[in-house]
T-cell receptor, first 116, second 112 residues
Framework: QQQVKQSPQSLIVQKGGISIINCAYENTAFDYFPWYQQFPGKGPALLIA?????SEKKEGRFTISFNKSAKQFSLHIMDSQPGDSATYFC???????????????FGKGTKLSVIP | KAGVTQTPRYLIKTRGQQVTLSCSPI?????VSWYQQTPGQGLQFLFEYFSETQRNKGNFPGRFSGRQFSNSRSEMNVSTLELGDSALYLC???????????FGPGTRLTVT
């Protein structure tokens, strides 16, 4: 089964600091890489996504960095706030290839705690 | 537009019973996927439906099944429930190729 490996499992960051979560994938057919944020008792919410033809995408305090040759991508949260405390999941799919499925393969998740 | 809705939100069943969960996708979305979320295994893909046809299936036993109706609403069924089926079951909808998937709040299933 195709895998997406995510690290670290948990992360504690001071308010105002930078949170960095890393993911690595195996399947070179993946062409869409979203990040989801999940609060307890809620479903995952799409945070930001990138395609492999772009090396970086920024939306507000959230940035995805993508390294196609290394098959790695990461989420950076700048100026982390206590309200960012949640579990973050990276994922990958072949959403653009028309391969016939939009199946998302998820990383195991990172529990982020931002302390005041 | 209303988001993805799932019913019921919470469910308690006994081993050996069966259960049916329902998902209404965002209006206009034709693809519905189901995922199982557990603390140990994380988010795992169950199956995907597009225009009433199952397009893809994850690595789950045949006790897990689903269907999609002409209005894109979807149901999943789990027969002969086991303790290990206790999980959050998430439904996600997608309007088509190249678009993001949007998740519902999930159904929390507890098997006792």
């Amino acid at each position: 089964q195709q895998q997406v490996k995510q690290s670290p499992q948990s992360l504690i960051v001071q308010k105002g600091g930078i949170s960095i979560i890393n993911c690595a994938y195996e399947n070179t057919a993946f062409d869409y890489f979203p990040w989801y944020q999940q609060f307890p008792g809620k479903g995952p919410a799409l945070l930001i996504a990138i395609r492999p033809d772009v090396s970086e995408k920024k939306e507000g305090r959230f940035t995805i960095s993508f390294n196609k040759s290394a098959k790695q991508f990461s989420l950076h949260i700048m100026d982390s706030q206590p309200g960012d405390s949640a579990t973050y999941f990276c994922a990958a799919s072949t959403a653009y290839s028309g391969a016939g499925s939009y199946q998302l393969t998820f990383g195991k998740g990172t529990k982020l705690s931002v302390i005041p | 537009k209303a988001g993805v809705t799932q019913t019921p939100r919470y469910l308690i069943k006994t081993r050996g019973q069966q259960v049916t969960l329902s998902c209404s996708p965002i209006s206009g979305h034709r693809s519905v996927s189901w995922y199982q979320q557990t603390p140990g295994q994380g988010l795992q893909f169950l199956f995907e439906y597009f225009s009433e046809t199952q397009r893809n299936k994850g690595n789950f036993p045949g006790r897990f099944s689903g269907r999609q109706f002409s209005n894109s609403r979807s149901e999943m069924n789990v027969s002969t429930l086991e303790l290990g089926d206790s999980a959050l079951y998430l439904c996600a909808s997608n309007p088509g190729r190249g678009y993001e998937q949007y998740f519902g709040p999930g159904t929390r299933l507890t098997v006792t």
